[in-house]
T-cell receptor
Framework: GAVVSQHPSRVICKSGTSVKIECRSL??????MFWYRQFPKKSLMLMAT?????????EQGVEKDKFLINHASLTLSTLTVTSAHPEDSSFYIC?????????????FGNGTRLTVT | EDKVVQSPLSLVVHEGDTVTLNCSYE??????LLWYKQEKKAPTFLFML????IEKKSGRLSSILDKKELFSILNITATQTGDSAVYLC??????????FGQGTTLQVKP
């Protein structure tokens, strides 16, 4: 089945530094990838839609200059949390759908636990 | 506004019990409804439902969609402690992004 790989799985960084999270579709091409954030005991909150070769589409309330998204190829999207603050600590999950399969479900990466100290 | 609502929000049962999780939706140009299971990491795909009345089954799990009443149920029979998880229901919007329900937290006690 479709596999989405997300790296790193866990990262701890200091306030003010930037962190990059990678999301790869391993056995399919994804023209669109999605980035979610999840707070403890809450459902997934969509942050942005990453589009291959063009700008990402951000959800209302999500700062595009803080959460930089790059989708440089059909198998890779990156999320960079810039100038991280403790309130950015969260669980970030990416997802992707096989562009070559009609009605393909969304598959998720294993998530990245970010802790900002 | 598109929305997906799950109930109950949490459920505690004992091993061997059967549970039914509910998901209702209001989505413009509805195409499909998906069920995911989330343990400690990211959600794993369970079912995708597109047609009304056709049950999808995988082991002890089954799910069905009612497009007239705009809801779906996920059934788990003979529950095991390994079924303990958050179960998420979601439907894609017009733009393709998934609208998630709040999730149902299931705890199966030995």
């Amino acid at each position: 089945g479709a596999v989405v790989s997300q790296h790193p799985s866990r990262v701890i960084c200091k306030s003010g530094t930037s962190v990059k999270i990678e999301c790869r579709s391993l056995d399919f091409q994804a023209t669109t990838m999605f980035w979610y954030r999840q707070f403890p005991k809450k459902s997934l909150m969509l942050m942005a839609t990453s589009n291959e070769g063009s700008k990402a589409t951000y959800e209302q309330g999500v700062e595009k200059d803080k959460f930089l998204i790059n989708h440089a190829s059909l198998t890779l999207s990156t999320l960079t949390v810039t100038s991280a603050h403790p309130e950015d600590s969260s669980f970030y999950i990416c997802s992707a759908r096989d562009a070559g399969t009609v009605n393909s479900p969304l598959h998720f990466g294993n998530g990245t636990r970010l802790t900002v100290t | 506004e598109d929305k997906v609502v799950q109930s109950p929000l949490s459920l505690v049962v004992h091993e061997g019990d059967t549970v039914t999780l509910n998901c209702s939706y209001e989505v413009t140009n509805f195409r499909s409804l998906l069920w995911y299971k989330q343990e400690k990491k990211a959600p794993t795909f369970l079912f995708m439902l597109t047609s009304s009345g056709i049950e999808k089954k995988s082991g002890r799990l089954s799910s069905i969609l009612d497009k007239k009443e705009l809801f779906s149920i996920l059934n788990i029979t003979a529950t095991q402690t390994g079924d303990s998880a958050v179960y998420l229901c979601a439907a894609p919007s017009n733009t393709g992004k998934l609208i998630f329900g709040q999730g149902t937290t299931l705890q199966v006690k030995p």
